[in-house]
T-cell receptor
Framework: GAVVSQHPSRVICKSGTSVKIECRSL??????MFWYRQFPKQSLMLMAT?????????EQGVEKDKFLINHASLTLSTLTVTSAHPEDSSFYIC????????????FGSGTRLTVV | QQQVKQSPQSLIVQKGGISIINCAYE??????FPWYQQFPGKGPALLIA?????SEKKEGRFTISFNKSAKQFSLHIMDSQPGDSATYFC??????????FGTGTRLTIIP
């Protein structure tokens, strides 16, 4: 089945630094990748949608200069949290839609970001 | 129009019982309705999904019931087991578009 690998699973960084999270589709080409943020005991909140080779579409209220998304290939999308602050601490999850496997969404295992 | 309402927020079911979680949507353009299971510290995993052209879909102990006219769908977990204890999310989308998630249900199965 479709597998999405997300790395790292956990990261701790200092305030003011940047952190990059990778999302890879291992056995399929992902036309579209989605990035979510999840706070404890809450639902997934969509941050942005990225299509290979084009700029990401950000949801209302999400700062695109702070959360940089790059979808340079059909198997890799990255989310960079720039100038991270403690309030950016959260669980970040990516999801990918296969190009040729019908309608489905496969999720990565998530990245726990802690900013100290 | 994009909301998906989910209930209950939390649910406690005895082992062997039936767990039922309900969702309601507003956007009639939605045509894909999945249910996800999430364990702490993990990403959501697809349990079962349904399209609006069928009223019920069953996979093992998991069944989705879909009522198009009422714009509601539900997840039934038969013979609930302690290993089913997790958070469950319903979702909805238009073909290939972003998923809209429900608020989640924390399910606890007690011995």
């Amino acid at each position: 089945g479709a597998v999405v690998s997300q790395h790292p699973s956990r990261v701790i960084c200092k305030s003011g630094t940047s952190v990059k999270i990778e999302c890879r589709s291992l056995d399929f080409q992902a036309t579209t990748m989605f990035w979510y943020r999840q706070f404890p005991k809450q639902s997934l909140m969509l941050m942005a949608t990225s299509n290979e080779g084009s700029k990401a579409t950000y949801e209302q209220g999400v700062e695109k200069d702070k959360f940089l998304i790059n979808h340079a290939s059909l198997t890799l999308s990255t989310l960079t949290v720039t100038s991270a602050h403690p309030e950016d601490s959260s669980f970040y999850i990516c999801s990918a839609t296969p190009r040729d496997r019908g309608l489905s969404y496969t999720f990565g295992s998530g990245t726990r970001l802690t900013v100290v | 129009q994009q909301q998906v309402k989910q209930s209950p927020q939390s649910l406690i079911v005895q082992k062997g019982g039936i767990s039922i979680i309900n969702c309601a949507y507003e956007n009639t353009a939605f045509d894909y309705f999945p249910w996800y299971q999430q364990f702490p510290g993990k990403g959501p995993a697809l349990l079962i999904a349904i399209r609006p052209d069928v009223s019920e879909k069953k996979e093992g102990r998991f069944t989705i019931s879909f009522n198009k006219s009422a714009k509601q769908f539900s997840l039934h977990i038969m013979d609930s087991q302690p290993g089913d204890s997790a958070t469950y999310f319903c979702a909805a989308s238009m073909l290939g578009e972003k998923l809209t998630f429900g608020t989640g249900t924390r399910l606890t199965i007690i011995p």
